[in-house]
Nanobody, 124 residues
Framework: VQLQASGGGWVQTGGSLRLSCAAS????????VGWFRQAPGNEREFVAA????????YYEDSVKGRFTISRDNAKNTVYLQMDSLKPEDTAVYYC??????????????????WGQGTQITVSS
């Protein structure tokens, strides 16, 4: 499977961006799609995830209420709508795919397919 992430860019504080993660080679059936981010000097951290089983969504506390993960099955694409962006959201964002057990949803090591990353820069 190949994941193609897109939609990154530069935005001012309070602005919005939408990231897309398109999968080729397989569908999302039975898998979890996660969004992670990594700022310079920091470890890769969990942002949000969508589980095929039940369609449940999960968010890191600092993005709850501002970010929304969704999917379009027909397009085999998962989106991350990011609103009310803050400078601390600046990072490279990655989408990832895996057959992830519930307890490992937030663990990047549980995902075995990764997109190439897209830069988000939020200016103050």
């Amino acid at each position: 499977v190949q994941l193609q992430a897109s939609g990154g860019g530069w935005v001012q504080t309070g602005g919005s961006l939408r990231l897309s993660c398109a999968a080729s080679g397989r569908t999302f059936r039975g898998h979890t799609v996660g969004w992670f981010r990594q700022a310079p000097g920091n470890e890769r951290e969990f942002v949000a995830a969508w589980r095929w089983s039940g369609g449940y969504t999960y968010y890191e506390d600092s993005v709850k209420g501002r970010f929304t993960i969704s999917r379009d099955n027909a397009k085999n694409t998962v989106y991350l709508q990011m609103d009310s962006l803050k400078p601390e959201d600046t990072a490279v964002y990655y989408c990832a795919l895996g057959q992830v057990i519930l307890s490992s949803t937030r663990d990047p090591r549980a995902y075995n397919s990764w997109g190439q990353g897209t830069q988000i820069t939020v200016s103050s």
